[in-house]
């Protein structure tokens, strides 16, 4: 099993101790992310430690306020690192509002162009903004590697994902009872499009829940995605697993 996006660096325990946790709940390899570029440093350093780790470099939607040339420069060199698979979380987050609207989508744009230059996919944070998101989108994602919505969270805009060929990455929030348009997408997106993964230390699984998560538990998640779509556990470990090297390129 693969958790394709957490952020170790968030996380109370030391990156060993969670590694090794991963590793003994069946995980083969993990997608650590860094916000900005203190948080990109601490992800490339876990990676650098553990053969299982990678890293996905970009700035979230909540730090792009004043986002300039510099940033994006910071980004792009540290992103040279070959452990870095992917270019994010970027996107926009109109729900928090901890960054103005312009420079949300500046620094949005930005990082995706510089993904389509980089040849790396990109990893989408989306909350309370979707139609600006997929706008965006849809002018730039065609000169991109692939796009992986992460903590899919854009159930009546699954048509346009299968359409236009994004990833769908479902996160703890699928397993909660009243999660009902979630699980039906679950249930619906093509299989070649499916990704899961914990964003942790957030969104822990409903048998975790209200505790802190971690990447062991994407099992818990990904077994509740199997039982949604009617298939063996080890059907959906393969799935996922190809997904990710492919998207990810490892």
């Given at each position: 099993m693969i958790d394709t996006h957490c952020h170790?660096?968030?996380?109370?325990?030391?990156d060993a101790e969670l590694v090794d946790r991963a590793r003994a709940a069946g995980l083969e390899r993990l997608a650590t992310v860094g916000v900005d570029g203190p948080s990109i440093e601490r992800a490339l350093a876990a990676a650098r430690d553990?053969?299982?780790?990678?890293?996905?470099a970009g700035r979230h939607p909540h730090n792009t306020t004043g986002f300039d040339a510099a940033a994006l420069e910071e980004i792009e060199r540290l992103a040279a690192d070959p452990k870095v698979r992917a270019i994010g979380e970027t996107g926009l987050d109109y729900h928090r509002d901890h960054a103005p609207h312009d420079d949300q989508r500046r620094a949005f744009e930005a990082q995706l162009e510089l993904a389509s230059r980089l040849g790396l996919p990109v990893a989408i944070h989306t909350r309370a903004a979707e139609d600006d998101t997929?706008?965006?989108l849809r002018e730039h994602s065609e000169r991109l590697p692939a796009v992986i919505l992460h903590c899919f969270s854009a159930p009546d805009r699954l048509p346009e994902c299968v359409e236009?060929?994004?990833f769908c990455s479902f996160a703890g929030n699928v397993?909660?009872?009243k999660a009902i348009e979630l699980q039906q997408a679950a249930r619906d997106v093509p299989a070649e499009l499916l990704l899961v993964e914990t964003d942790s230390p957030y969104l822990s699984p409903q048998p975790r829940r209200g505790k802190a998560n971690e990447?062991?538990?994407?099992?818990?998640?990904a077994r509740h995605v199997a039982e949604l779509r009617g298939v063996e556990y080890e059907e959906l470990e393969r799935t996922v697993e190809a997904n990710a090297e492919r998207v990810l390129g490892w």
């Open positions: 170790l660096d968030h996380c109370d325990d030391p553990h053969d299982e780790v990678f890293a996905i997929f706008a965006l236009r060929g994004y397993t909660y009872p990447p062991a538990n994407v099992v818990h998640t």
